[in-house]
């Protein structure tokens, strides 16, 4: 299932991309989505950074989904390729659950586009493919409105940090 997130910024793409990148930018968008994070590997590349971050939601999942993936909560592993040259990152995501990691696909891109006037516009897209039998479906939905919801929170983060 493919999906796209739009939000708009009064800023330039040159200053959401250093927001981005702020520790205590991620913190707090990181609060407010209830989310554990880990950094377990950042380097610098020739063109910016790759970075593997582990997310535990501290949130559970539906008794449902807790049996097909034999775990109380979705945890995942974020792989993140970072270029500064076009202010965007490619990542992909890898489930620890071991019971869904081969039948689950998550991969994407997130690209900060300049708008007239000084300001951008956040665009994340990707795909969520989820092949479990009969439930699929409502996984890959449940987990891109999960998705959209978190980037609404991010983008309210982003909007108090620029107003600061």
Request: glycine fraction near 6%; charge should be positive; aromatic fraction near 8%.
């Amino acid at each position: 299932m493919r999906f796209e997130i739009r939000h708009a910024f009064d800023c330039t793409p040159q200053r959401l991309w250093e927001l981005v990148l702020d520790e205590a930018y991620q913190a707090a968008i990181d609060q407010r989505a209830a989310l554990d994070r880990e950094v377990l590997e950042s380097r610098a590349t020739g063109d910016g950074r790759f970075h593997r971050i582990r997310f535990v939601p501290e949130r559970t999942l539906p008794a449902a989904m807790q049996k097909a993936l034999g775990a109380e909560r979705l945890s995942y592993v974020q792989e993140q390729t970072w270029r500064e040259r076009d202010h965007s990152m490619r990542w992909r995501v890898v489930l620890d659950a071991q019971a869904l990691a081969s039948r689950f696909k998550s991969a994407g891109d997130f690209k900060i586009h300049a708008r007239a006037g000084g300001k951008c516009e956040r665009l994340v897209t990707g795909e969520v493919s989820v092949s479990v039998p009969i439930m699929g479906g409502r996984m890959e939905k449940r987990i891109i409105d999960e998705l959209t919801s978190s980037y609404k929170r991010a983008a309210e983060v982003t909007n108090e940090f620029l107003q600061r």
